[in-house]
């Protein structure tokens, strides 16, 4: 019995003492050398039971007080946070949006503890592509401003931008060969000239 305390102790310590916030089941069984998921599970969710952990959403636990950019990154992987989102913080569109908006293999919009999710699908070979994105070192993976707006044209063709000189147009020249089309690398030259 003593050992089984020990252990328990020592799976929400160490998850208090990683960097991260959230966690999908997978991570806890690395951080603590734990093989059996069925027990790990019914442990994780004595500590949500208790309140030192958060279950938001199946599969997640969360630290009280979790990132909800660092939750956006997990929901569904690969993924990371771009379009509306990165573009507001940026400073190239003005319409405020409350949702976090990313980048995956599909497209849904959820809500979790109030917070919307959205997520856009980009082609596997774009999405896995990190030219342009940040990973920060709180494992936020974000499109720069840059990349936000590429990305933006490609899902959306006739996007409307309020503000265009925050972006860095040789870094914008350098990331358009990745996404392969013509007519995309023609709408972001025309902009770029009349912007």
Avoid: W
């Amino acid at each position: 019995m003593f050992s089984s305390q020990k252990t328990k102790t020592d799976i929400i310590l160490l998850i208090y003492k990683d960097i991260r916030s959230v966690f999908r089941l997978r991570d806890i069984a690395l951080i603590a050398g734990e093989s059996n998921f069925q027990s790990l599970n019914k442990k994780l969710n004595y500590y949500v039971h208790k309140g030192k952990l958060q279950n938001p959403r199946k599969g997640l636990y969360t630290k009280p007080g979790y990132k909800h950019e660092e939750l956006a990154c997990c929901i569904y992987t690969p993924t990371y946070i771009s379009l509306e989102y990165v573009l507001q913080k940026a400073g190239i569109i003005f319409q405020y949006d409350t949702r976090i908006t990313s980048v995956s293999y599909l497209s849904r919009t959820i809500l979790v503890e109030k917070e919307s999710y959205s997520f856009r699908k980009l082609k596997g070979e774009l999405l896995v592509n990190t030219a342009g994105i940040i990973r920060q070192n709180n494992y936020i993976n974000i499109a720069s401003a840059e990349r936000a707006f590429i990305d933006m044209l490609y899902l959306e063709k006739a996007y409307y931008f309020d503000n265009l000189k925050p972006l860095n147009k040789e870094l914008i020249t350098k990331l358009l060969p990745i996404y392969q089309s013509e007519s995309l690398t023609q709408r972001v030259t025309k902009l770029l000239l009349n912007g």
